[in-house]
C-alpha cells in the first residue's frame, strides 16, 4: 500500500503541470492555445481511439524520459480504460526500444502512477 507522500506525488506532478501551463499562457496566450488545440485534435478519438493514442503517447514518454509525461499518460491511459496487461506490453515495447533507461521508467515510474491511477478509479 502506497504511504501519502507516495499518493500525493503524482497528483502533485499534474498540478505543477497545470500551473506551469497557466504561467506560459499567461506570457504567450495564442502560442499556448494553439499547442493545445493541436494536442486536443491528436487526441480526439478516429481511427484509433483515445485509449491506444494514449498508451502509444505513454510509450513515448518513457522512451523520451519525460517524467511528466509519464504520469500524464499513464493517467490518460487508466481514464480511458487501459487495463494493466495493456499498460505493461506498452511497457515493454518501449523498453525494448529504449533499452535499460526506458525499462527503468517504465518499471516504476509507469506502473506506480497506474497503480495510484487505477486505485482512485475504484
Do not use: W
Amino acid at each position: 500500500m502506497e504511504n501519502l507522500n507516495d499518493v500525493s506525488y503524482f497528483d502533485q506532478a499534474i498540478e505543477d503541470y497545470k500551473r506551469g501551463t497557466t504561467r506560459m499562457k499567461e506570457h504567450l496566450p495564442e502560442m499556448t492555445s494553439s499547442y493545445f488545440h493541436f494536442t486536443e485534435e491528436a487526441f480526439k478519438a478516429g481511427e484509433i481511439d483515445k485509449k491506444n493514442k494514449q498508451l502509444m503517447a505513454l510509450a513515448i514518454s518513457i522512451y523520451a524520459q519525460d517524467e511528466y509525461c509519464i504520469i500524464y499518460h499513464t493517467k490518460g491511459a487508466v481514464e480511458n480504460g487501459a487495463n494493466e496487461t495493456e499498460v505493461m506490453e506498452t511497457l515493454a515495447i518501449s523498453a525494448a526500444l529504449g533499452g535499460g533507461a526506458a525499462f527503468a521508467q517504465a518499471v516504476t515510474l509507469a506502473m506506480d502512477t497506474y497503480s495510484h491511477y487505477q486505485q482512485k478509479s475504484h
